[in-house]
């Protein structure tokens, strides 16, 4: 008797299970009240944060709870003030808006030093750029514009993009141009129309169309890396760095170009960009798993047994929220903004929301597999897409 009652029980608290399962997929997405998860968590990790140089949170690894923390010089130095800045953004809190200003300007010798490398757009736009869009500071403004000279210093003439990576140069024996690339040139296109050197908008340009030439297979999926001979200026060959193969689709590189088509298209107007950045979703959205979380990289032998990649997820939702905003076929513009919906309710699950798991907002993203670096992490550009991705919802539907 005991045991039938035991059993009676399990059996309802597994069909509980269900229904609650199916009803957490299944409930539409609240974007208020998901910006309002977003504010909590930066307003903690905000409390908690070091004083020092080295003061800017860029992850947290799987089964930790505190921030690893960065210096200016860091690539990923930007996100954190853009998250402050559209935490900003949306609450309009003066305390947020004072430490955005803060840790934006720790990032201000970028734009008066010789560029390292092309990952200026990301550090100096999603702060100083995020600030500037906000506030009309003056003083941020020639920032923004000097970081854009700077980075136009790596662009080579003979090749027609820029040079992602100095540093690689004597080791790939090749100029080298990665997809990320494409996310920096939105500070070109900003600074040429903004008082900066019409120069800018022509390298950013350049850039896009060899990018779109030779970065991509036949079936529109893209190489992390092509390598170019720097003296001729031809295509050597595509090849991965953070992805898992030479040939294979590694999940945030094909983010990257989704939402730098998408961009060039707002900049430019040019139709191709338009019609590209739809083909380059289009192949990510076949090929996404059915919860539309890729695994870091869609042709890891190990799948399903591998760790997802959720920045990858908020980055293309950001990109296809604007992606349908310039689609004229009403059904095809529902349905990269429905997909874009479906993507960002399924981030706002407890599976990858992190909560009381730690300060971040996200959990499982992965940062550079190969290196078995911040896999399976809550990494802050994962946290800056999501966050934007929540505001374009809110400010197409005008709320
Ligand atoms: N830009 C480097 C990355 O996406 O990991």
Same mark, same amino acid.
């Given at each position: 008797?005991?045991?039938?009652?035991?059993?009676?029980?399990? $059996?309802? =608290?597994?069909?509980?299970?269900?229904?609650?399962?199916?009803?957490?997929?299944?409930?539409?997405?609240?974007?208020?009240?998901?910006?309002?998860?977003?504010?909590?968590?930066?307003?903690?990790?905000?409390?908690?944060?070091?004083?020092?140089? %080295?003061? %800017?949170?860029?992850?947290?690894?799987?089964?930790?709870?505190?921030?690893?923390?960065?210096?200016?010089?860091?690539?990923?130095?930007?996100?954190?003030?853009?998250?402050?800045?559209?935490?900003?953004?949306?609450?309009?809190?003066?305390?947020?808006? %004072?430490?955005?200003?803060?840790?934006? @300007?720790?990032?201000?010798?970028?734009?008066?030093?010789?560029?390292?490398?092309?990952?200026?757009?990301?550090?100096?736009?999603?702060?100083?750029?995020?600030?500037?869009?906000?506030?009309?500071?003056?003083? +941020?403004?020639?920032?923004?514009?000097? !970081?854009?000279?700077?980075?136009?210093? $790596?662009?080579?003439?003979?090749?027609?993009?820029?040079?992602?990576?100095?540093?690689?140069?004597?080791?790939?024996?090749?100029?080298?141009?990665?997809?990320?690339?494409?996310?920096?040139?939105? $500070?070109?296109?900003?600074?040429?129309?903004?008082?900066?050197?019409?120069?800018? +908008?022509?390298?950013?340009?350049?850039?896009?169309?060899?990018?779109?030439?030779?970065?991509? @297979?036949?079936?529109?999926?893209?190489?992390?890396?092509?390598?170019?001979? !720097?003296?001729?200026?031809?295509?050597?060959?595509? %090849?991965?760095?953070?992805?898992?193969?030479?040939?294979?689709?590694?999940?945030?590189?094909?983010?990257?170009?989704? +939402?730098?088509? !998408?961009?060039?298209?707002?900049? !430019?107007?040019?139709? /191709?960009? =338009?019609?590209?950045?739809?083909?380059?979703?289009?192949?990510?959205?076949?090929?996404?798993?059915?919860?539309?979380?890729?695994?870091?990289?869609?042709?890891?032998?190990?799948?399903?047994?591998?760790?997802?990649?959720?920045?990858?997820?908020?980055?293309?939702?950001?990109?296809?929220?604007?992606?349908? *905003?310039?689609?004229?076929? /009403?059904? =095809?513009?529902?349905?990269? $903004?429905?997909?874009?919906?479906?993507?960002?309710?399924?981030?706002?699950?407890?599976?990858?929301?992190?909560?009381?798991?730690?300060?971040?907002?996200?959990?499982?993203? *992965?940062?550079?597999?190969?290196?078995?670096?911040?896999?399976? /992490?809550?990494?802050?550009?994962?946290?800056?897409?999501?966050?934007?991705?929540?505001? @374009?919802? @809110?400010?197409?539907?005008?709320?």
């Amino acid at each position: 008797m005991k045991k039938n009652c035991l059993q009676v029980f399990a $059996l309802m =608290l597994l069909m509980f299970g269900c229904k609650y399962a199916a009803m957490a997929q299944t409930a539409p997405l609240n974007v208020k009240a998901q910006l309002a998860y977003c504010l909590a968590q930066v307003k903690k990790s905000l409390q908690a944060s070091k004083d020092g140089d %080295i003061n %800017i949170p860029r992850s947290i690894p799987a089964g930790k709870t505190d921030w690893k923390y960065v210096g200016y010089k860091d690539w990923t130095s930007g996100f954190w003030p853009g998250v402050l800045w559209y935490a900003y953004e949306y609450s309009k809190d003066k305390s947020l808006k %004072i430490a955005a200003d803060k840790f934006s @300007r720790e990032l201000a010798p970028l734009a008066y030093s010789p560029a390292y490398d092309h990952d200026l757009g990301f550090q100096v736009y999603c702060s100083f750029g995020n600030g500037y869009r906000l506030t009309k500071d003056k003083a +941020y403004k020639k920032i923004i514009l000097a !970081t854009a000279d700077t980075l136009a210093t $790596l662009f080579n003439p003979k090749v027609g993009t820029i040079l992602s990576w100095p540093r690689e140069v004597k080791n790939f024996g090749a100029h080298n141009t990665i997809m990320d690339n494409m996310m920096n040139l939105e $500070l070109l296109f900003w600074a040429s129309k903004n008082g900066g050197s019409k120069k800018l +908008y022509n390298i950013a340009v350049s850039h896009a169309k060899k990018t779109m030439a030779n970065h991509f @297979r036949k079936d529109y999926s893209g190489y992390h890396v092509v390598l170019y001979d !720097t003296i001729t200026g031809k295509k050597i060959k595509g %090849i991965t760095h953070q992805g898992y193969s030479d040939s294979s689709m590694w999940a945030r590189g094909q983010s990257w170009a989704i +939402y730098g088509f !998408t961009m060039c298209y707002r900049e !430019t107007k040019n139709p /191709a960009y =338009l019609g590209f950045a739809q083909k380059v979703a289009n192949i990510y959205l076949k090929r996404l798993p059915k919860d539309l979380i890729p695994y870091w990289d869609f042709d890891d032998a190990a799948i399903p047994n591998t760790p997802k990649d959720v920045s990858a997820a908020a980055v293309t939702a950001s990109a296809l929220i604007e992606l349908s *905003t310039f689609i004229k076929d /009403a059904k =095809l513009s529902a349905y990269y $903004l429905g997909k874009a919906k479906a993507m960002l309710t399924e981030i706002s699950t407890e599976k990858y929301q992190s909560h009381e798991v730690n300060n971040a907002i996200l959990l499982h993203s *992965t940062g550079h597999k190969p290196n078995n670096s911040e896999v399976d /992490a809550s990494i802050i550009y994962a946290d800056y897409y999501y966050m934007e991705a929540l505001l @374009r919802l @809110r400010a197409k539907d005008n709320f």
